[in-house]
């Protein structure tokens, strides 16, 4: 029976068939003794449906690219079009019980099951569209998504950008299946299953949300408030401010640090594995064999969607195009700067609803609480500590996600290659927790 590690000892935990043999393919391995190995193409067919090039221009369609499609969820967004504007790749038409599997960019594992379609919707044609014909359609979806076909799907994918693999020779995979009925058992073990995992995971990602927003607001009072809760107060005359310390000033952001924006980095500037770390919007990506700035300077990120993000550089460094650098006044502690900026909501002063951009001159102005220059480090220092504590406990919560959805996976592949044995009824596994591996 394969290793899972960890996760491996949920899914053990799951009786084995009474009887396997070998299933004449190497990367298989052995298979129940009852069940049998046939090509993708005896079971199901292949792109059966395709719009015309003569298809009304009028006529609304639903459209599902590639990147719609998430590798757990399935489908997670679909876009309206008329024929004549859509993108010429809206061609395959899907009917319920199809499984779509995307072709291209392969490495992004977009499969989704298509169950009660709108009439109109049609899929890219980066995506085969098998319909299954032997196979029960639920358990031909996690099949299809099962490690042991899905590696096959990359591995066989050609190109470094976008690899592609044909659909006739994705076709020509082997695929292990079980008699009719045993199918049904197995998907229907699963969708109890996963749906088990994916509410685990669903709270455990709302615990996230919970965790930020708890960050957000930890960072946001202690900026405009102050570390002394007995501190004499005055009105800031600034709405969102509120109330401030009444030792504490406003000031333009522009009288705290001087704002400009990084430079343009092009293919004579940035090496993959240079000296130096090249910040965005959003954090490093990358690194550089020059620097722009040398310091400790906390970095705005300025364009899409990484609008009024905050990072803290030090050292030596480039900042990208994409980023507005903050070069504190003597007076003012970057650390404590960098706080500030976050608290500021600097995204919702962004311009251009179609590229979201944040223009230095429309930030400049703002006004920014100060505080005395000895409380500035103490405001930091237990932002540090405070803020440190909630991101341990955040990635421990993303630790506990991740592991959830290897032991999600680890389990449809077990079921689907028949290392486990669903069959009878109570030993579904329903008593035990699904989130044990977490």
Same mark, same amino acid.
């Given at each position: ?15 084995? %068939?009474?009887?396997?043999?070998? *299933? ?29 090039? $003569? ?21 997670? #967004?679909? !876009? ?26 392969? %490495?992004?594992?977009? @499969? ?15 995506? &085969? ?49 079980? #008699? ?27 615990? @996230?949300?919970?965790?930020? !927003? ?13 570390? $002394?809760?007995? #501190? ?14 009444? $030792? ?22 940035? !090496? ?47 900042? *990208? ?8 006044? *003597? ?11 976050? #608290? ?8 251009? &609803? ?5 223009? @230095? !001159? ?38 506990? @996600? ?18 486990? $044995? ?17």
């Amino acid at each position: 029976m394969a290793s899972w590690g960890a996760v491996g000892v949920s899914v053990r935990q799951f009786r084995p %068939y009474p009887d396997y043999r070998g *299933s004449g393919v190497e990367w298989l391995g052995e298979i129940p003794a009852h069940w049998e190995v046939k090509r993708l193409k005896h079971l199901s067919s292949v792109d059966d449906e395709s719009l015309p090039e $003569d298809t009304d221009p009028e006529l609304e369609i639903i459209y599902v690219d590639i990147g719609n499609v998430d590798a757990s969820a399935g489908i997670a #967004a679909k !876009e309206r079009y008329s024929f004549s504007t859509a993108p010429s790749r809206a061609r395959r038409v899907v009917r319920h019980g199809d499984v779509i599997v995307s072709t291209v960019r392969t %490495y992004l594992k977009a @499969i989704a099951a298509i169950v009660d379609p709108e009439p109109n919707l049609v899929v890219s044609t980066g995506f &085969a569209v098998i319909r299954p014909r032997l196979l029960d359609f639920r358990f031909a979806a996690y099949a299809l998504r099962a490690p042991y076909f899905v590696d096959r799907v990359v591995a066989h994918s050609v190109g470094v950008s976008y690899p592609t693999i044909n659909a006739t020779e994705m076709a020509c995979f082997p695929i292990v299946f079980p #008699a009719l009925e045993e199918q049904h058992a197995i998907a229907a073990f699963l969708d109890r299953e996963t749906s088990k995992i994916d509410a685990l995971v669903a709270k455990k990602e709302r615990l @996230i949300e919970l965790l930020q !927003e708890k960050r957000a607001a930890l960072i946001s009072h202690a900026v405009t408030k102050g570390l $002394d809760p007995n #501190a004499s107060m005055k009105d800031s005359g600034v709405e969102w401010l509120g109330e401030i310390p009444e $030792d504490w000033e406003v000031r333009p952001l522009k009288r705290l640090a001087s704002l400009r924006a990084g430079a343009a980095i092009t293919a004579e500037s940035i !090496e993959e594995y240079g000296d130096y770390p090249v910040f965005g919007g959003n954090g490093i990506r990358g690194y550089t064999s020059s620097y722009t700035h040398e310091g400790r300077f906390p970095l705005i990120g300025r364009q899409g969607a990484l609008c009024g993000c905050v990072n803290l550089a030090s050292g030596r460094f480039w900042a *990208s195009e994409h980023a507005v650098v903050a070069t504190p006044r *003597s007076e003012v502690d970057s650390h404590c700067l960098a706080y500030l900026l976050h #608290a500021m909501s600097l995204n919702s002063y962004s311009q251009s &609803a179609a590229q979201p951009g944040l223009a @230095i !001159e429309t930030i400049s102005p703002l006004p920014v609480p100060m505080p005395r220059t000895g409380e500035q480090r103490a405001i930091a220092d237990f932002l540090d500590r405070e803020t440190s504590k909630i991101d341990a406990l955040v990635a421990k919560v993303r630790e506990g @996600i991740e592991r959830l959805k290897e032991y999600r996976t680890a389990l449809i592949s077990a079921a689907v290659t028949g290392k486990i $044995d669903v069959r009878e009824p109570g030993h579904s596994g329903e008593s035990r927790n699904p989130g044990a591996p977490a």
